[in-house]
């Protein structure tokens, strides 16, 4: 196991583009470190790097106690999973796991003791005589993991291993992937563009945008506490919502937005150091979706919003309310790098003057299409960005 260390790298590639711009990280000896960003963010990159993979412009990368600039991949002790298993197709299961240990001239009751350990583990003792070809996609990606597990390095570096897989497959192999390092402890960092996957398998999560740190850590302070409007546009599922909005000082503080009024608590104001001086002022507003609730089912003390629902999508566990508010949608270049990786800013325009947004109710929620309905809101966490710089007003970070 090994700490990883990233000082000030950059990765330029011809043509003056930056792959990674000044990044700063550090990985602790056994952790699970999730990259996470939208397509061409430089998370690839960075793992690449720390693989040696890449060779970076500047800055220095340490795995453990060495500086491993100049060495080779075979040199710096790390094993790597991608994204397409990378098996050798005449082997079988037995030699794909072994293959890498007898490289290295590694005694045979050594290779066979390992060998099998990690077979077990993973459940592959009945595939060992298989060949790729013979086993399932879910089957391939373990024995990719093993031949990984095998070289016991001190480190594992992960390309979206589970892209591949389909749906219900990727979230039982997320909890294999969780097992497997609470058992093995081995230092763990993992790409991916899946952000649901980041959250549920990061003990710390760095988010990138266009090469550089937005934010690193843990999955529920990336949730309560974004750092600015991309990471909170980002992190999210369904996304924040966003409006402009005045703060005013009516009997008790308040957020005025689209013929709508949300009353701040107190204790919240007082956890936003900085938020005073917006008073009289416009700010982005950022609600969660999960801070939404049918108001027959949610406390009385919430603020109601009423609204004219467009789309429920029923989930079974919850439902997804589409309506929209009377403004503008929010026009800043985070929140729509932000959710051009999944494809939204595609969706078909509203009229004029309107915003979609989303809010997630109780699975019993009598709530229905067309309908009038009237929204609760859990004001306690509601998030406050400056409109210029983009940033959360009143974050430790800034």
């Given at each position: ?260 009024r949300l009353t701040i608590p107190d204790a919240l104001l007082a956890s936003r150091p900085g938020l005073d001086a917006y008073f009289g ?118």
């Amino acid at each position: 196991m090994a700490q990883i260390v990233l000082d000030q790298v950059d990765k330029v590639y011809p043509g003056g583009v930056k792959g990674i711009d000044g990044l700063n990280l550090e990985i602790g000896d056994g952790e699970f470190m999730v990259l996470v960003g939208p397509s061409g963010c430089g998370k690839s990159t960075a793992l690449r790097s720390i693989a040696g993979l890449e060779e970076i412009t500047s800055g220095t990368i340490t795995i453990g106690s060495r500086v491993v600039n100049d060495l080779p991949p075979k040199d710096r002790d790390i094993a790597m999973v991608f994204q397409n298993y990378a098996l050798y197709p005449h082997m079988t299961v037995a030699q794909n796991l072994a293959f890498g240990l007898q490289q290295r001239k590694t005694p045979k009751d050594e290779i066979k003791r390992r060998v099998g350990e990690v077979a077990t583990m993973l459940g592959l003792e009945d595939y060992l005589a298989r060949k790729p070809a013979a086993l399932s996609g879910g089957q391939r990606q373990r024995v990719a993991m093993g031949r990984a597990i095998v070289r016991e390095p001190q480190a594992f570096l992960m390309d979206e291993p589970l892209s591949n897989l389909d749906a219900k497959l990727r979230v039982s192999m997320r909890a294999s992937l969780s097992q497997l390092h609470a058992r093995l402890g081995v230092t763990t960092v993992y790409v991916t563009h899946d952000q649901v996957e980041a959250m549920t398998l990061g003990q710390r999560v760095c988010v990138l945008r266009e090469g550089r740190l937005q934010q690193a850590d843990t999955p529920q302070t990336l949730y309560n506490a974004p750092v600015n409007l991309f990471v909170a546009g980002f992190i999210g599922s369904p996304a924040m919502n966003f409006a402009t909005a005045e703060l005013v000082r009516d009997d008790r503080p308040t957020a005025v937005f689209a013929g709508h009024r949300l009353t701040i608590p107190d204790a919240l104001l007082a956890s936003r150091p900085g938020l005073d001086a917006y008073f009289g002022k416009e700010v982005i507003l950022g609600i969660r979706p999960s801070d939404f609730e049918d108001s027959t089912l949610a406390e009385p003390a919430w603020p109601r919003m009423p609204v004219e629902v467009s789309v429920t999508e029923e989930l079974g566990s919850e439902i997804h309310v589409i309506f929209a508010i009377d403004a503008p949608q929010v026009q800043h270049a985070s929140i729509t790098q932000a959710r051009a990786d999944d494809g939204e800013d595609e969706a078909i325009p509203l009229a004029a003057n309107k915003t979609q947004w989303t809010a997630r109710v109780a699975a019993r929620s009598p709530i229905k299409p067309g309908s009038s309905a009237q929204l609760a809101v859990d004001t306690s966490n509601l998030q406050f960005f400056d409109p210029a710089s983009g940033l959360a007003i009143g974050h430790p970070a800034n």
